[in-house]
């Protein structure tokens, strides 16, 4: 069984490379390829489609109680041939047309059919011409007696009765409407029994008038107007139906325009052509009408049986209009799924699905970049969600595969195994260098008790939701950058052009108190063993040791800076993001750049200083570094091309907080 993709080459993901990487416990795994049959590039909106799977039943229906009825009366016994003879005179239309007996023809036909009904004088008159040919007296009794009953007005009332129902049974039976304007139907008649002094009249003009029997016909015409689209059933359609024998087919119509996508993948299964998803956004989901596991049979009286998925999609790509599908129903049995909750993630790795061999359909992977909101709206699919980006919905009417969070972390977990395996002696001796650089830091900051980077963590996506900042409750600003690149400058610039808006967090010290120095401004002067116990129940944000002396930033510093109504401003380290997040504080953290190597070295030059090529590689290597392994931390990203630039962007940045609600971690505001 092998299917192609929709370029036409083989698939890369064969059976061969998906053994490369262990993923047993996700049974789910595509065994087959599939295609999206109509992803065009610019997608239009739904079109509801017309079902025609009841009214196929109904008529089916319809035949087999004709073909048993005609079985019972060839079992009767013949009439009276004296009786037969008059009422084939009173009658004087075929047995077979009727009301009580509506051919299987006549229902095709449809409303334009004229069915041949008996007038009330032409019975009268048929009946005076029998009374006077007949000559045995109480023959001529029996037909005084009918003629009596005939000219009775109640009878001739029911009578016409009987003709026009006879007429309207040629048409198309229930739920296939008379006519979509019951509403104006039923305020013409409101206007006529305005004049009626009945009872009866004006009953039915208060029925007509009430609430509820107004929103009836207005359901109705709704209703109505879409069915009245409906084409007459044809004998064609169903004489290509019994060419499937005994299987159970269903018929639907789907309207597709030339900018209105399907929605839908197939793959081959032998000589079958099945519906393998259904894709949220398309008009196969707003319908209802297709699922996964059908197989399709036909398209517009195409037979799609053991064609492949590419004919599949060449054929669909030059049909418009009403597409109309013979489908041999899934087999499965699922529960009618549960309206999904739309889940919002803020993604903690790039992804490419052309660089994906496991993405079982490519032309619907979603590429996004660490750091974008995704709007994922269904999970159905453990191994592959369908997502939006965020701010993308209006360009992207069709839901986007990106890779399930449990698919992502074993695969992702199983990559990091293959790559410690490679090289752990090479990584070893990197890992003892950085350690040497560390020591020569003027302060040791220790933010936790981990490394820098938890290796062991596999990051995939952080469930999200949107937050308001309270005017009186300012997010703390965080800057974070490697050496050299300015934010210790830009916050000193913040503070001082803006005083009244934005302060420091007060730090923590262990030294002695300086002549010039005030407690409480400068530094929070305490003893080693308060600042101790408070390390050891994680009061600090971070802390370290120089010159034998402890200095820490707090978490209760900081909230004195916000509860005085000012935004408070960090300069902290990559480790201490984490404990930050993990508060109450809901920081916003806006990491520093730096630019290019040049760019860099010009700026560094007009600061006076004068930095060696290695130094210049050292910084936006570290910046790198910082960006890969803490860059989901970042709310936001600011280039230091020029300073005043980079401030009037932070300045930016900052003010839309007060204006635009942001996406938080969903744990912050639980």
Same mark, same amino acid.
């Given at each position: 069984? &092998? ?12 059976d ?24 065009p590039?610019?997608l239009?909106?739904? &079109? ?41 005179k ?20 449809g ?12 019975? *009268? ?16 009794e029996?037909?005084?007696l ?8 109640d ?14 049974m ?18 013409e ?39 009245m ?17 005994? %299987? ?20 081959n ?14 008009a ?12 399709? #049979? ?11 998925v ?28 549960a ?26 992977g979603?590429s ?5 909101? #995704? ?22 009417? #069709? ?8 698919f ?21 001796? *990197?890992?003892?260098?950085?350690k040497?650089?560390?020591?020569r ?10 490394d820098d ?19 009186s ?35 923590? &010290? ?5 002549? /010039? %120095? ?7 002067f ?7 116990a ?6 600090f ?15 209760d ?5 916000? /509860? ?6 960090? /300069? ?7 404990i ?21 070295r ?7 200083k004068?930095p ?14 910082? %960006?890969q ?10 280039v ?31």
């Amino acid at each position: 069984m &092998t299917t192609s993709h929709m370029n036409g080459h083989v698939a890369e993901g064969s059976d061969t490379e998906a053994k490369n990487i262990d993923l047993s416990s996700h049974d789910e795994l595509p065994r087959h390829r599939e295609m999206a049959v109509d992803c065009p590039d610019d997608l239009g909106s739904r &079109t509801m489609p017309i079902r025609r799977s009841a009214q196929l039943e109904r008529i089916r229906q319809q035949q087999d109680d004709m073909r048993r009825r005609r079985e019972e009366e060839g079992k009767k016994q013949e009439f009276d041939l004296n009786s037969s003879i008059r009422l084939k005179k009173l009658a004087q239309v075929q047995p077979k047309e009727g009301i009580d007996n509506p051919t299987f023809e006549d229902i095709l036909e449809g409303p334009s059919n004229v069915v041949k009904v008996l007038e009330v004088d032409e019975l *009268l008159s048929s009946l005076k011409h029998i009374q006077h040919s007949l000559v045995d007296s109480q023959s001529q009794e029996d037909v005084a007696l009918i003629l009596q009953l005939v000219q009775n007005r109640d009878f001739q009332n029911a009578f016409s009765i009987h003709n026009t129902v006879a007429i309207h049974m040629h048409k198309m039976s229930p739920p296939y409407p008379v006519n979509a304007s019951a509403q104006e139907l039923s305020q013409e008649v409101q206007k006529i029994l305005t004049i009626s002094h009945q009872k009866d009249g004006q009953e039915l003009g208060a029925l007509l008038a009430s609430p509820h029997f107004e929103a009836l016909l207005l359901a109705h015409d709704g209703v109505a107007q879409q069915e009245m689209l409906l084409e007459p059933t044809t004998d064609h359609m169903y004489e290509r139906v019994a060419e499937y024998g005994g %299987e159970t087919v269903k018929i639907v119509r789907i309207e597709k325009a030339r900018d209105i996508p399907l929605g839908a993948t197939v793959r081959n299964d032998v000589e079958s052509v099945i519906i393998s998803r259904i894709v949220k956004g398309g008009a196969a989901e707003k319908s209802g009408v297709l699922h996964e596991g059908d197989e399709v #049979l036909e398209i517009n009286g195409i037979e799609i049986r053991g064609k492949d998925v590419n004919e599949v999609f060449d054929l669909l790509a030059d049909m418009h209009g009403t597409l109309t599908f013979v489908l041999i129903p899934s087999q499965q049995t699922k529960n009618p799924p549960a309206k999904e909750m739309v889940v919002h993630v803020k993604a903690h790795f790039d992804y490419d699905p052309s660089d994906d061999p496991y993405i079982p359909c490519r032309e619907l992977g979603l590429s996004f970049q660490k750091g974008d909101v #995704l709007h994922v709206i269904s999970q159905e699919d453990p191994n592959w969600w369908q997502a939006y980006r965020d701010g993308d919905e209006d360009n992207q009417p #069709l839901a986007g595969l990106v890779p399930g969070k449990s698919f992502q972390q074993q695969r992702e977990a199983m990559k990091q195994t293959i790559e410690e395996d490679k090289e752990p002696e090479k990584s070893g001796k *990197l890992w003892c260098a950085k350690k040497n650089k560390k020591k020569r830091k003027k302060v040791l900051y220790n933010a936790n008790r981990n490394d820098d980077y938890d290796n062991d963590e596999i990051l995939t996506y952080e469930e999200m939701s949107l937050y308001h900042q309270p005017a009186s409750r300012k997010r703390p600003i965080v800057l974070i950058g490697p050496p050299n690149c300015g934010q210790n400058e830009l916050r000193q610039k913040l503070m001082e052009r803006e005083a009244d808006r934005f302060a420091p967090a007060v730090p923590h &010290t262990t030294r002695s108190m300086r002549d /010039n %120095e005030v407690n409480g401004r400068d530094y929070l002067f305490v003893s080693r063993q308060f600042f101790e116990a408070d390390m050891a129940t994680n009061k600090f944000i971070e802390h370290g040791e120089y010159e034998k002396n402890l200095y820490g930033t707090s978490i209760d510093s900081v909230r004195q800076v916000i /509860n005085s109504g000012k935004i408070c401003l960090l /300069n902290l380290h990559t480790q201490s993001l984490r404990i930050l997040r993990n508060s109450d504080l809901k920081p916003y953290i806006i990491f520093i750049a730096p630019p290019s190597q040049e760019r860099l070295r010009a700026m560094l030059t007009k600061e006076g200083k004068n930095p060696k090529p290695e130094d210049l590689r050292d910084i936006i290597e570290k910046a790198r570094e910082m %960006e890969q392994n803490y860059g989901h931390y970042f709310d936001a990203a600011v280039v230091n091309t020029d300073l005043e630039k980079a401030y009037q962007e932070l300045i930016r940045l900052i003010n839309k907080l007060d204006t635009e609600p942001q996406w938080v971690p969903s744990t912050w505001l639980r």
